[in-house]
């Protein structure tokens, strides 16, 4: 590999401040991404101080020059090392440390603790925590990032094939507000190549990190693979056209916030949201106000948790969901509104469920009740084999003689007849033949009418006590859908 990019002692970083010049006589401030403008002029016109994160790549290099010539010395050069890379983690910190002495900036290295099987979410997430946090203890409000267009392109096909939103989609934004902080990415409208390529004809050094030539992490197997095959085979400048999309999607996302904004303020009511004006929006309105909703109230919570709310609400079903960390909601026909937080244990308690609504378990898995199915649904679904016994059970409505059923975790002297068995057989045998994990047994579910009758153990058939016979017209069908699922 070219010294220029690995020699961190090398005498060639020698006058870098003129090389800056010349880098900015190239990259001019008027060139860098519109949207970070204003923000940027009026950073400089009051002094504020900023603060970079500068990992010693070609990247961050170039925007540590540009912003030296266009800023001065009023930033922070923040470096990170996660102290995955042994002994040239310390060169890079070391060459960071070397450039921005030479060019007169202060200096931050920040040492974190992580092991080389840390994921990339996780590094990402504990790399942008240390630096808030010495942000937030040099009273510094302004992030300079050193994202450029190839990282768009490569970003929206990481995310796109973990099924994003049009905001994930429209990621990284040339700005970003986290909290009382602005995140800055004025450089997304220059491409990889053409920074590197001005970096080298300046014979300005960079540090080039190993890891990003491994194969373990997709977004190096997008872009040594999947972005490559992309740029070759489309007939146009593909980056220049993912950049445009990305405005555009950005732009959208402005005004559904806005749409959003105002929907929230129609239908919240005493902390609830008043969910017959609501339905009338589109399932995007209803996404974002729940959303924002939850995100009020501290909630944390998945797409996939949304999508289950949302068809509630479509259906008109009443249900409730019990979040990881104890904090359940619950809604009607009407009315989302909020329950308190409640104990949630391994060992699964008596929950009551009403026909016709869904039960969010606090494991994540859900239950539904549906009653008054014509028996010919049952059978016609039975002939085609579309009927899952891990999934779902139909029973006799005539033969249940509550609209309540329990949902609860086994009893040590269970027992339960499946259907075309003779006799009764301890649960504690059937989750031994199911091959239950021994750790979840407490927390399976269990449906009964009484606290003793067991209807249906989800793996199994119903109980013969309730099986569907000649004389059955309407039927129950009760449904288990498990975190897996």
Same mark, same amino acid.
């Given at each position: 590999?070219?010294?220029?990019?690995?020699?961190?002692?090398?005498?060639?970083?020698?006058?870098?401040?003129?090389?800056?010049?010349?880098?900015?006589?190239?990259?001019?401030?008027?060139?860098?991404?519109?949207?970070?403008?204003?923000?940027?002029?009026?950073?400089?016109?009051?002094?504020?101080?900023?603060?970079?994160?500068?990992?010693?790549?070609?990247?961050?290099?170039?925007?540590?020059?540009?912003? %030296?010539?266009?800023?001065?010395?009023?930033?922070?050069?923040?470096?990170?090392?996660?102290?995955?890379?042994?002994?040239?983690?310390?060169?890079?910190?070391?060459?960071?440390?070397?450039?921005?002495?030479?060019?007169?900036?202060?200096?931050?290295?920040?040492?974190?603790?992580?092991?080389?099987?840390?994921?990339?979410?996780?590094?990402?997430?504990?790399?942008?925590?240390?630096?808030?946090?010495?942000?937030?203890?040099?009273?510094?409000?302004?992030?300079?990032?050193?994202?450029?267009?190839?990282?768009?392109?490569?970003?929206?096909?990481?995310?796109?094939?973990?099924?994003?939103?049009? &905001?994930?989609?429209?990621?990284?934004?040339?700005?970003?507000?986290?909290?009382?902080?602005?995140?800055?990415?004025?450089?997304?409208?220059?491409?990889?190549?053409?920074?590197?390529?001005?970096?080298?004809?300046?014979?300005?050094?960079?540090?080039?990190?190993?890891?990003?030539?491994?194969?373990?992490?997709?977004?190096?197997?997008?872009?040594?693979?999947?972005?490559?095959?992309?740029?070759?085979?489309?007939?146009?400048? &593909?980056?220049?056209?993912?950049?445009?999309?990305?405005?555009?999607?950005?732009?959208?996302?402005?005004?559904?916030?806005?749409?959003?904004?105002?929907?929230?303020?129609?239908?919240?009511?005493?902390?609830?949201?008043?969910?017959?004006?609501?339905?009338?929006?589109? %399932?995007?309105?209803?996404?974002?106000?729940?959303?924002?909703?939850?995100?009020?109230?501290?909630?944390?919570?998945?797409?996939?948790?949304?999508?289950?709310?949302?068809?509630?609400?479509?259906?008109?079903?009443?249900?409730?969901?019990?979040?990881?960390?104890?904090?359940?909601?619950?809604?009607?026909?009407?009315? &989302?509104?909020?329950?308190?937080?409640?104990?949630?244990?391994?060992?699964?308690?008596?929950?009551?469920?009403?026909?016709?609504?869904?039960?969010?378990?606090?494991?994540?898995?859900?239950?539904?009740?549906?009653?008054?199915?014509?028996?010919?649904?049952?059978?016609?679904?039975?002939?085609?084999?579309?009927?899952?016994?891990?999934?779902?059970?139909?029973?006799?409505?005539?033969?249940?003689?509550?609209?309540?059923?329990?949902? %609860?975790?086994?009893?040590?002297?269970?027992?339960?007849?499946?259907?075309?068995?003779?006799?009764?057989?301890?649960?504690?045998?059937?989750?031994?033949?199911?091959?239950?994990?021994?750790?979840?047994?407490?927390?399976?579910? &269990?449906?009964?009418?009484?606290?003793?009758?067991?209807?249906?153990?989800?793996?199994?058939?119903?109980?013969?006590?309730?099986?569907?016979?000649?004389?059955?017209?309407?039927?129950?069908?009760?449904?288990?859908?498990?975190?897996?699922?």
């Amino acid at each position: 590999m070219n010294a220029i990019m690995e020699d961190s002692k090398s005498r060639k970083h020698d006058h870098l401040l003129d090389k800056a010049e010349n880098l900015y006589s190239l990259f001019p401030f008027h060139s860098w991404h519109s949207r970070t403008e204003q923000i940027l002029t009026e950073v400089k016109s009051q002094n504020h101080k900023i603060a970079i994160s500068c990992s010693g790549g070609a990247d961050s290099i170039f925007t540590l020059l540009l912003v %030296r010539k266009f800023l001065g010395t009023n930033f922070l050069c923040i470096h990170v090392n996660h102290g995955t890379r042994e002994k040239n983690s310390i060169v890079d910190a070391n060459f960071v440390q070397e450039v921005s002495s030479q060019i007169g900036c202060d200096f931050k290295l920040i040492n974190l603790k992580c092991s080389s099987s840390t994921q990339e979410g996780k590094l990402r997430e504990k790399r942008l925590k240390s630096i808030k946090d010495e942000m937030m203890h040099s009273g510094i409000t302004h992030l300079i990032q050193g994202h450029q267009k190839d990282d768009i392109a490569e970003s929206f096909l990481w995310r796109l094939s973990r099924g994003a939103s049009p &905001l994930g989609l429209c990621s990284p934004q040339p700005v970003t507000i986290h909290g009382r902080f602005k995140f800055l990415r004025p450089f997304l409208s220059f491409s990889r190549k053409e920074i590197r390529e001005n970096l080298k004809n300046l014979q300005i050094p960079w540090r080039e990190d190993e890891t990003n030539q491994s194969d373990k992490f997709l977004r190096n197997r997008i872009r040594k693979k999947v972005l490559t095959s992309w740029k070759s085979e489309v007939d146009r400048d &593909l980056l220049t056209g993912v950049e445009r999309s990305r405005d555009l999607i950005e732009e959208q996302n402005e005004a559904v916030e806005i749409w959003i904004s105002q929907t929230f303020d129609k239908v919240i009511s005493k902390g609830n949201l008043k969910l017959e004006s609501l339905r009338d929006s589109p %399932r995007a309105i209803q996404r974002g106000v729940i959303s924002k909703w939850l995100l009020l109230s501290n909630v944390q919570f998945s797409e996939r948790n949304l999508d289950i709310i949302l068809d509630s609400i479509r259906d008109f079903t009443t249900g409730s969901f019990t979040f990881k960390k104890g904090i359940q909601i619950k809604w009607t026909e009407s009315r &989302l509104m909020h329950c308190t937080h409640i104990h949630v244990e391994s060992q699964l308690k008596d929950w009551k469920i009403g026909t016709g609504s869904i039960l969010f378990l606090p494991d994540g898995s859900r239950i539904k009740i549906e009653k008054g199915r014509d028996v010919t649904d049952f059978r016609n679904l039975l002939s085609l084999g579309e009927i899952d016994k891990n999934k779902e059970a139909w029973i006799c409505e005539k033969k249940i003689t509550s609209d309540t059923f329990i949902i %609860r975790g086994r009893s040590t002297n269970d027992k339960y007849r499946k259907l075309g068995s003779k006799g009764s057989k301890k649960v504690s045998d059937h989750m031994i033949d199911q091959k239950i994990p021994v750790d979840k047994r407490n927390s399976y579910p &269990l449906f009964a009418m009484k606290k003793s009758e067991i209807i249906w153990i989800p793996g199994l058939p119903p109980s013969e006590n309730f099986k569907i016979d000649g004389k059955t017209n309407r039927v129950i069908r009760l449904t288990y859908l498990s975190t897996a699922t």
